[in-house]
């Protein structure tokens, strides 16, 4: 079935993930983790009204209980679920380097001349490897090469090229740095809810009843948690990400440098 016009694959991919994640997130919150943590408050509230001084239970249903942890939690997954996409895609590309798409023998030199067959080559190559990196810096630098017959502009092509694969890759991790950023801020929405539902309560503490107060609290500053966790996590694999991309952009150039531009030879 085709595409609709004008929605690329990442865009189905990042719409299906989301509404997947949300359900199964949803769908966890709602069988386990709110009803395990309706059970851990209850048996709370009952201690606290038998003995003011005891220690709450700590639960991890409890820490995970609100809507501003199942909003991190989704968008942090989400997020993964397009860094992995985004990575995928590199492996795929660097899987190129290890191909010879010049095919000529040790010390052949390559000549202006040559440059029209050696890009039909490239050019021969199936739809979804052509828009590769390294096939449109290689096409880039012949077609060049075959034009000017200087070896330095075959490298100004081939660095520009590889140039604008480096910007494009950096900007398209645009969304995934307003999630990390979104992330905190929901916590901190939750830390802003939970300080102002406990100050709702506060005459209930001077009453003696202290577990509305603390229950408030806890969200106020298990939300804060969560997300300053997630968001840690997410913020050191986006920048292992990044690392692997400019890795990729450079190898990229480094493989056009050995194996095509020391081989020109312009007369």
């Given at each position: 079935?085709?595409?609709?016009?004008?929605?690329?694959?990442?865009?189905?991919?990042?719409?299906?993930?989301?509404v997947?994640?949300?359900?199964?997130?949803?769908?966890?919150y709602?069988?386990?983790?709110?009803?395990?943590?309706?059970?851990?408050?209850?048996?709370?509230?009952?201690?606290?009204?038998?003995d003011?001084?005891?220690?709450?239970?700590?639960?991890?249903?409890?820490?995970?209980?609100?809507?501003?942890?199942?909003?991190?939690?989704?968008?942090?997954l989400?997020?993964?679920?397009?860094?992995?996409f985004?990575?995928?895609?590199?492996?795929?590309?660097?899987?190129?380097?290890?191909?010879?798409?010049?095919?000529?023998?040790?010390?052949?030199?390559?000549?202006?001349?040559?440059?029209?067959?050696?890009?039909?080559q490239?050019?021969?190559?199936?739809?979804?490897?052509?828009?590769?990196?390294?096939?449109?810096a290689?096409?880039?630098?012949?077609?060049?090469?075959?034009?000017?017959?200087?070896?330095?502009?075959?490298a100004?092509?081939?660095?520009?090229?590889?140039?604008?694969?480096?910007?494009?890759?950096?900007?398209?991790?645009?969304?995934?740095?307003?999630?990390?950023?979104?992330?905190?801020?929901?916590?901190?929405?939750?830390?802003?809810?939970?300080?102002?539902?406990?100050?709702?309560?506060?005459?209930?503490a001077?009453?003696?009843?202290?577990?509305?107060?603390?229950?408030?609290?806890?969200?106020a500053?298990?939300?804060?948690?969560?997300?300053?966790?997630?968001?840690?996590l997410?913020?050191?694999?986006?920048?292992?990400?990044?690392?692997?991309?400019?890795?990729?952009?450079?190898?990229?150039?480094?493989?056009c440098?050995?194996?095509?531009?020391?081989?020109?030879q312009?007369?």
């Open positions: 079935m085709k595409r609709p016009l004008g929605i690329s694959a990442e865009f189905l991919y990042q719409t299906v993930s989301l997947v994640i949300v359900i199964l997130v949803h769908a966890a709602a069988g386990i983790i709110r009803p395990r943590g309706d059970a851990a408050l209850a048996r709370q509230a009952a201690a606290a009204a038998s003011n001084a005891a220690a709450p239970e700590r639960s991890i249903y409890v820490l995970l209980y609100d809507w501003e942890q199942e909003a991190a939690i989704i968008l942090a989400w997020a993964l679920a397009i860094m992995a985004k990575w995928a895609g590199v492996l795929r590309q660097r899987a190129f380097l290890q191909q010879d798409f010049i095919p000529l023998a040790e010390g052949v030199r390559i000549l202006p001349g040559d440059t029209r067959e050696l890009a039909r490239v050019q021969a190559l199936p739809a979804s490897q052509r828009r590769a990196l390294l096939p449109r290689l096409l880039a630098g012949l077609q060049r090469f075959g034009t000017t017959r200087r070896v330095q502009d075959v100004d092509a081939v660095h520009a090229t590889c140039d604008a694969e480096g910007e494009r890759l950096e900007s398209e991790l645009s969304m995934i740095r307003y999630i990390a950023w979104a992330i905190p801020s929901i916590g901190f929405l939750g830390t802003v809810r939970g300080i102002g539902d406990a100050l709702g309560q506060a005459h209930l001077i009453e003696g009843n202290i577990f509305g107060v603390t229950r408030s609290l806890g969200t500053f298990n939300s804060t948690l969560i997300a300053l966790l997630v968001s840690l997410l913020m050191f694999i986006l920048h292992q990400l990044q690392l692997e991309q400019e890795r990729f952009v450079l190898d990229t150039e480094a493989y440098e050995e194996k095509l531009t020391q081989r020109l312009a007369n």
